[in-house]
């Protein structure tokens, strides 16, 4: 299949940080940097330059397979239908193309200076459009877990119960199964026995719930200023400190279905359904809050509802009806994976002999920080000082 490609600079979009910042956990990254996915019944590639974004497409006309395919596979090309004409609108869409990213960066950053020293080694970070069910599932999965777990869990669950949409060389993708497909008498064993644990009865649990209500009913939830591809937009309403009221709606509805607490609503409301004020708490947000935010003092001290609550409302009255993007950006700069882009420099400077320090930090290196554990490796942030000089100014003691 050709390439084709959109103008996109790498400030306005950067795939290689929005696609692994624990926001998606599908895509796949070749050797030669091309990024992968079965989205909606397409198979998409994407590769990107300073100044342009490319694309490709795979779109099969029919794929009349099992859910998990015999040893011996059919072709790569098998199966692989020529490019939609809407796969340019398809992407612009999902990836959330529309706002410009670079206006946005610049007003969370007059309103907050620890933003707008972070941001700029953290350009491009956008808030994809996803379907609402692939994100309420992998957020389900993301209880106490890391990137690479959940990645691999979503990786199981679409191989054993999706359906295969087509191959690159010898890898196939599978796109999301539908809720239906988890809703069997044997599903909490099975994925039980693919290592979900726990997560195994949620997630059977609350696609059985999602099959008893209407069709559609997940996406009635969404933010009428961000809706699925093709449905004209309407405003959401008036912002509050609590946010809108559509978004406190969604959010209130998605706790009732199985494993599905505050942090994973939320999670969902910005990711899955559009709602820009949302803001997942976690004890990684948690950690960014105390340690640039002054909160873990007095009646915050620990990550109760209250606090939960008011860190949510302190962010939106900082950065307003995005909150929950300006947020992710934070978040990404302190995963593990980016932490070279924060690399600077200690140095105290002095002079004469070494008994007591005397002098001033005039660079911090940051690599990353561990002071709360949680149960992550590879995404876990670090602080860690990696290359410095002190040289101490001499008291000279009086002999006695």
Same mark, same amino acid.
């Given at each position: 299949?050709?390439?084709?490609?959109?103008?996109?600079?790498?400030? !306005?979009?950067?795939?290689?940080?929005?696609?692994?910042?624990?926001?998606?956990?599908?895509?796949?990254?070749?050797?030669?940097?091309?990024?992968?996915?079965?989205?909606?019944?397409?198979?998409?590639?994407?590769?990107?330059?300073?100044? @342009?974004?490319?694309?490709?497409?795979?779109?099969?006309?029919?794929?009349?397979?099992?859910?998990?395919?015999?040893?011996?596979?059919?072709?790569?090309? $098998?199966?692989?239908?020529?490019?939609?004409?809407?796969?340019?609108?398809?992407?612009?869409?999902?990836?959330?193309? !529309?706002?410009?990213?670079?206006?946005?960066?610049?007003?969370?950053?007059?309103?907050?200076?620890?933003?707008?020293?972070?941001?700029?080694?953290?350009?491009?970070?956008?808030?994809?459009?996803?379907?609402?069910?692939?994100?309420?599932?992998?957020?389900?999965?993301?209880?106490?877990?890391?990137?690479?777990?959940?990645?691999?869990?979503?990786?199981?669950?679409?191989? @054993?119960?999706?359906?295969?949409?087509?191959?690159?060389?010898?890898?196939?993708?599978?796109?999301?199964?539908?809720?239906?497909?988890?809703?069997?008498?044997?599903?909490?064993?099975?994925?039980? #026995?693919?290592?979900?644990?726990?997560?195994?009865?949620?997630?059977?649990?609350?696609?059985?719930?999602?099959?008893? @209500?209407?069709?559609?009913?997940?996406?009635?939830?969404?933010?009428?200023?961000?809706?699925?591809?093709?449905?004209?937009?309407?405003?959401?309403?008036?912002?509050?400190?609590?946010?809108?009221?559509?978004?406190?709606?969604?959010?209130?509805?998605?706790?009732?279905?199985?494993?599905?607490?505050?942090?994973?609503?939320?999670?969902?409301?910005?990711?899955?359904?559009?709602?820009? #004020?949302?803001?997942?708490?976690?004890?990684?947000?948690?950690?960014?809050?105390?340690?640039?935010?002054?909160?873990?003092?007095?009646?915050?001290?620990?990550?109760?509802?209250?606090?939960?609550?008011?860190?949510?409302?302190?962010?939106?009255?900082?950065?307003?009806?995005?909150?929950?993007?300006? @947020?992710?950006?934070?978040?990404?700069?302190?995963?593990?994976?980016?932490?070279?882009?924060?690399?600077?420099?200690?140095?105290?400077?002095? !002079?004469?002999?070494?008994?007591?320090?005397?002098?001033?930090?005039?660079?911090?290196?940051?690599?990353?920080?561990?002071?709360?554990?949680? $149960?992550?490796?590879?995404? $876990?942030?670090?602080?860690?000082?990696?290359?410095?000089?002190?040289?101490?100014?001499?008291?000279?003691?009086?002999?006695?």
């Amino acid at each position: 299949m050709s390439w084709r490609k959109l103008p996109v600079s790498l400030t !306005e979009l950067c795939i290689d940080t929005t696609l692994r910042c624990g926001q998606s956990f599908r895509w796949k990254k070749s050797a030669d940097n091309i990024w992968s996915c079965a989205l909606l019944g397409r198979l998409i590639s994407l590769r990107q330059d300073p100044t @342009h974004l490319y694309f490709r497409a795979i779109c099969p006309e029919a794929l009349n397979e099992p859910p998990t395919p015999p040893s011996s596979t059919p072709s790569s090309t $098998e199966g692989a239908g020529p490019e939609t004409d809407d796969t340019q609108q398809f992407l612009h869409h999902y990836l959330n193309l !529309e706002p410009n990213l670079t206006e946005l960066y610049g007003q969370w950053s007059s309103a907050d200076r620890n933003f707008e020293r972070k941001a700029p080694k953290f350009t491009g970070v956008r808030i994809l459009r996803q379907d609402a069910w692939e994100a309420l599932v992998g957020f389900i999965c993301s209880s106490n877990n890391n990137i690479a777990r959940i990645s691999q869990m979503m990786e199981k669950l679409c191989v @054993h119960y999706g359906p295969l949409i087509g191959r690159i060389d010898t890898r196939p993708y599978y796109d999301m199964p539908s809720p239906t497909r988890l809703t069997g008498p044997t599903v909490e064993a099975h994925l039980r #026995e693919l290592g979900f644990g726990y997560r195994a009865k949620y997630l059977h649990q609350t696609a059985v719930m999602i099959t008893q @209500h209407e069709d559609g009913w997940l996406d009635s939830l969404r933010n009428p200023e961000s809706p699925i591809l093709s449905r004209k937009t309407s405003s959401a309403g008036r912002m509050l400190p609590g946010g809108r009221e559509g978004y406190r709606k969604a959010h209130e509805e998605l706790l009732a279905l199985q494993g599905v607490g505050p942090k994973v609503a939320d999670c969902v409301c910005l990711m899955g359904l559009g709602w820009g #004020e949302a803001v997942p708490v976690d004890t990684h947000v948690w950690q960014i809050a105390q340690r640039d935010y002054k909160f873990g003092k007095g009646k915050h001290r620990s990550l109760t509802k209250v606090t939960y609550d008011a860190i949510g409302d302190h962010f939106r009255a900082l950065w307003g009806k995005e909150a929950g993007w300006a @947020h992710s950006v934070l978040f990404t700069a302190d995963l593990r994976a980016f932490s070279e882009r924060l690399s600077t420099k200690i140095e105290i400077k002095g !002079e004469g002999e070494t008994t007591q320090v005397s002098g001033t930090i005039t660079k911090v290196e940051i690599r990353a920080t561990t002071p709360i554990k949680r $149960e992550i490796d590879d995404d $876990e942030p670090l602080i860690k000082v990696e290359k410095h000089q002190i040289l101490r100014k001499a008291k000279r003691r009086k002999k006695s």
